[in-house]
Nanobody, 115 residues
Framework: QVQLVESGGGVVQPGGSLRLSCAAS????????MAWYRQAPGKQRELVAA???????NYADSVKGRFTISRDNAKNTVYLQMNSLTPEDTAVYYC?????????WGQGTQVTVSS
């Protein structure tokens, strides 16, 4: 059974940093695309960053230059380093793994950027 568990969220001041982690279990995740999405109150879930099995990354324009996605295949873990956070980054952040035709999701972790 595939399980994804996010951690690392919290409350941070504008300009601060957080590092999210997503620990995966139940499969060999190194061969799959993994990604982070976020959903702010009243808004649709949106892609933040994605990373292929080969390490190629893709970012939403709103986070380019501030966020970095990475993965440790030996640990079945994907990370999201978030720097220069702004209140607009406040959302629940979700980890996902794309195992076509299915996508599996974690339960989400809350990130709040507030002074």
């Amino acid at each position: 059974q595939v399980q994804l568990v996010e951690s690392g969220g919290g409350v941070v001041q504008p300009g601060g940093s957080l590092r999210l982690s997503c620990a995966a279990s139940g499969s060999k995740f190194s061969i799959y695309l993994m990604a982070w999405y976020r959903q702010a109150p009243g808004k649709q879930r949106e892609l933040v960053a994605a990373i292929t099995s080969g390490g190629t990354t893709n970012y939403a324009d709103s986070v380019k230059g501030r966020f970095t996605i990475s993965r440790d295949n030996a640990k079945n873990t994907v990370y999201l380093q978030m720097n220069s956070l702004t209140p607009e980054d406040t959302a629940v952040y979700y980890c996902t793994v794309i195992m076509s035709p299915r996508a599996y999701w974690g339960q989400g972790t809350q990130v709040t950027v507030s002074s």
